[in-house]
Nanobody, 124 residues
Framework: DVQLQASGGGLVQAGGSLRLSCVASGFTVDNHAIGWFRQAPGKGREGISSISSHDGSTYYADSVKGRFTISKDNAKNTAYLQMNSLKPEDTAVYSC?????????????????WGQGTQVTVSS
């Protein structure tokens, strides 16, 4: 049974940091692309970062480039999103997703498996 469990969200002041975790079960993150998405109130789900299957190349949306870092620990079968210099506009529900089909992706349609979201709220 494939599952993704995201955690690590919370309330933080602008300029602060959070690290989100995405624990996978039923498959290995080593041979899947992993993506992080977010959905702010009243907006569509946005792909913000992806780490490729196999070689771990990383990709970021312009909105988070230079502030967020995606990584994965194959031994723990877990992916992470380190978020620094957080801004109020980063407030959203953050979700992780996995795909055996693509090398990497920032589109919803790239992914087959989704975890539940974790709320991130950044106060000004």
């Amino acid at each position: 049974d494939v599952q993704l469990q995201a955690s690590g969200g919370g309330l933080v002041q602008a300029g602060g940091s959070l690290r989100l975790s995405c624990v996978a079960s039923g498959f290995t993150v080593d041979n899947h692309a992993i993506g992080w998405f977010r959905q702010a109130p009243g907006k569509g789900r946005e792909g913000i970062s992806s780490i490729s299957s196999h070689d771990g190349s990383t990709y970021y949306a312009d909105s988070v480039k230079g502030r967020f870092t995606i990584s994965k620990d194959n031994a723990k079968n877990t992916a992470y999103l380190q978020m620094n210099s957080l801004k109020p506009e980063d407030t959203a529900v953050y979700s992780c997703a996995a795909s055996p089909r693509v090398y990497y992706g920032l589109k919803n349609s790239d992914y087959d498996y989704w975890g539940q979201g974790t709320q991130v709220t950044v106060s000004s």
